[in-house]
């Protein structure tokens, strides 16, 4: 099995868009008025969709995280991109910058080898 599509839900549909565009460099494949935005995922789709008013964003101080593989250099670029928009890396390890979006959510780049999986 592969990811076939993320969703996130979130509270401003243009902030999200804009930080995920900018900081992360994802291109759109569908947008869906102010409601939802896909973003490509090579070959997986995030899907950025609007909360509803009286629904829960994530936990304040959340360590759930989600992690996109990337190269050194993307990494790099990674880090540029975060210093141009403002965007703090909250922590790193020696392989992985973590960061949070708009709505609070963890997320990062990994350079991180993983083993061989079966399946593949």
Request: hydrophobic fraction near 40%; charged fraction near 30%.
């Given at each position: 099995?592969?990811?076939?599509h993320?969703?996130?839900?979130?509270?401003?549909?243009?902030?999200?868009e804009g930080?995920?565009?900018?900081?992360?460099g994802l291109?759109?494949?569908?947008?869906?008025?102010?409601?939802?935005?896909?973003?490509?995922?090579?070959?997986?789709?995030?899907?950025?969709?609007?909360?509803?008013?009286a629904?829960?964003?994530?936990?304040?101080?959340?360590?759930?995280?989600?992690?996109l593989?990337?190269?050194?250099?993307?990494?790099a670029?990674f880090?540029?991109?975060?210093a141009?928009h403002?965007?703090?890396?909250?922590?790193?390890?020696?392989h992985?910058?973590?960061?949070?979006?708009?709505?609070?959510?963890?997320?990062?780049?990994?350079?991180?080898?993983?083993?061989?999986l079966?399946?593949?």
């Amino acid at each position: 099995m592969r990811v076939h599509h993320i969703a996130l839900r979130c509270s401003d549909i243009q902030r999200a868009e804009g930080f995920w565009r900018g900081v992360f460099g994802l291109e759109v494949v569908r947008r869906d008025g102010d409601r939802a935005v896909w973003l490509d995922l090579d070959g997986a789709v995030l899907m950025l969709e609007r909360a509803a008013p009286a629904e829960p964003l994530p936990a304040a101080g959340s360590l759930d995280f989600l992690a996109l593989a990337v190269t050194p250099e993307a990494r790099a670029d990674f880090e540029r991109r975060c210093a141009s928009h403002g965007v703090s890396i909250e922590h790193e390890t020696p392989h992985t910058r973590y960061v949070r979006d708009p709505d609070g959510r963890r997320v990062g780049v990994s350079t991180y080898p993983l083993p061989p999986l079966s399946g593949r």
